[in-house]
């Protein structure tokens, strides 16, 4: 069916989809689009590892609230960069805008390597947010869209957790370009953003070979396309499975109709889901505070109150990236089991009040640091997990062709929320341990807050299909098409 033939079509897309066996097909999918996950937690890790770096003569010479700002900047960028590409990659399609958001965050990357002040520095960093804010956009929805519904939840969870493998590998990373024995220190923190973007390079070659969503070509019109690609998946996945697929149970019918607007996405937000809108508001602000908040400013903490080196400062990011990648890792696959929303809130509930406790107790002075990475690391166990279940919540219960833009529409508010925190908490740490005791309370808090907007307003979305989850709009009967979906 072309796009402009105006013709209703019964298909089978979905369901053919959703049916599938996990085979090595799926694993290349998680490989080449989850790697987003891992080049932003490469990059968060690699500049919170150098932010003391940077404040030295032979860097950039800036102050503590300058490196929180320039993490600002980042967050900035990705909140532009979510906005533009989000809008792009409902329109236009999954695969073409996840190849060129990569490469513009390979090649803001590069730049950043060249800075030479605080504003050219801020300005690069901004470009490079604007990749990864693309890149959230169109890999959450070509994942969701690609992967069955009875294993989306934990394998979103575990790509998401591959943030943290990133944080490991820049931590790492950082112990030895930072290193002054080894490289001047002028020149060590610029190589940690040229690994960066040799990292992309390789993806892109992976990348290419992922097919566009075949959900997204069956509601736009292009079903033919559509049955091509999901035959060849069939194909691939009975080659490696030995065995002949089961049959397909179920049908949905599509209409042609013109392509989503920023008009459409208000609608559909504020009028038919205003429950989920409230819902994915307060789970994403409340996590992105908190960990813009912690994340970008944990290095600052340990240099100035446990005297640990700026050179070394990757060694203390380890464990604490190990408790993040950890916590999907492990809890992943309860949230389809256990369940969405009481596991979701659980965890959420616990990051909170685990952070206030440890908070307090770094107040009256009682933690070593020893204590305190511990403390950290089982904290973010949890909050990884809910964080990374908010993401999954937002990009499942809302209509395919809005995926992309209500995606973005969170993240950009989460990030908004939390655009200020890595700057405000910068200044908490140059002040006080008093002030870092009250900033953590209120990361806490906000934690808390989301456990209890989730018990509200959760969705039972394990083991259902995004079309059981939210309709398509193409599904919708109007005066013209009057059928209704299988």
């Not at 020149?187 to 940690?192: A, K, Q, V």
């Not at 999954?392 to 950009?412: G, K």
Request: net charge neutral.
């Amino acid at each position: 069916m072309s796009a402009e033939s105006g013709i209703s079509i019964t298909t089978n897309i979905p369901q053919r989809m959703d049916r599938l066996p996990w085979a090595r097909w799926h694993w290349r999918v998680v490989v080449a689009l989850g790697i987003t996950w891992l080049l932003d937690g490469l990059e968060v890790s690699i500049v919170a590892a150098l932010g003391p770096m940077l404040t030295h003569p032979d860097a950039l010479h800036l102050t503590q609230s300058e490196v929180g700002l320039t993490a600002s900047a980042y967050l900035a960028g990705s909140v532009v960069g979510a906005l533009v590409f989000s809008y792009l990659t409902d329109r236009q399609g999954r695969k073409k805008w996840f190849m060129i958001t990569l490469a513009l965050y390979l090649t803001a990357t590069v730049l950043t390597a060249l800075s030479w002040d605080l504003t050219s520095f801020m300005f690069f960093r901004f470009l490079t947010g604007a990749g990864i804010g693309g890149e959230y956009a169109a890999i959450n929805s070509a994942i969701d869209e690609l992967i069955p519904a009875q294993s989306r939840g934990h394998t979103d969870l575990a790509i998401n957790g591959t943030w943290w493998l990133g944080s490991a590998a820049g931590a790492l990373l950082t112990l030895l370009l930072l290193n002054p024995a080894i490289f001047p220190e002028s020149i060590g923190w610029r190589l940690c953003f040229v690994f960066g973007a040799v990292l992309g390079v390789a993806i892109i070659i992976v990348r290419r070979v992922i097919p566009e969503s075949p959900r997204w070509l069956m509601t736009h019109g292009r079903v033919h396309d559509a049955e091509a690609i999901v035959s060849q998946i069939e194909r691939d996945v009975a080659y490696d499975q030995g065995t002949s697929l089961a049959a397909p149970q179920g049908t949905i019918t599509v209409h042609t109709r013109p392509h989503a607007t920023i008009a459409t996405v208000a609608r559909e937000l504020f009028q038919s889901y205003p429950r989920r809108t409230v819902l994915g508001i307060g789970l994403m602000v409340t996590q992105s505070f908190m960990y813009n908040a912690v994340s970008f400013t944990y290095p600052l903490l340990l240099t100035k109150y446990y005297g640990v080196l700026s050179s070394t400062i990757g060694l203390y990011i380890l464990p604490f990236a190990l408790g993040n990648f950890l916590g999907p890792l492990l809890l992943g696959r309860l949230f389809d089991t256990v369940g969405r929303k009481p596991m979701i809130s659980l965890t959420y509930g616990l990051a909170g009040l685990l952070l206030g406790f440890a908070g307090y107790l770094f107040w009256i002075g009682s933690l070593t640091l020893t204590q305190h990475m511990m403390l950290w690391s089982l904290i973010f166990f949890f909050a990884s997990a809910g964080a990374s279940a908010a993401y999954l919540t937002v990009s499942e219960i809302f209509p395919m062709e809005i995926r992309a833009m209500a995606i973005a529409f969170f993240f950009i508010v989460a990030q908004g929320a939390g655009v200020a925190a890595p700057w405000l908490y910068g200044k908490l740490i140059e002040t006080s341990m008093t002030s870092v005791f009250y900033g953590y309370l209120l990361g806490g808090g906000m934690m808390l807050l989301g456990a209890a907007i989730e018990l509200w307003l959760g969705i039972n979305a394990e083991g259902q299909s995004l079309e059981q989850l939210a309709a398509p709009l193409s599904s919708r009967p109007s005066p013209r098409h009057p059928t209704q979906s299988a």
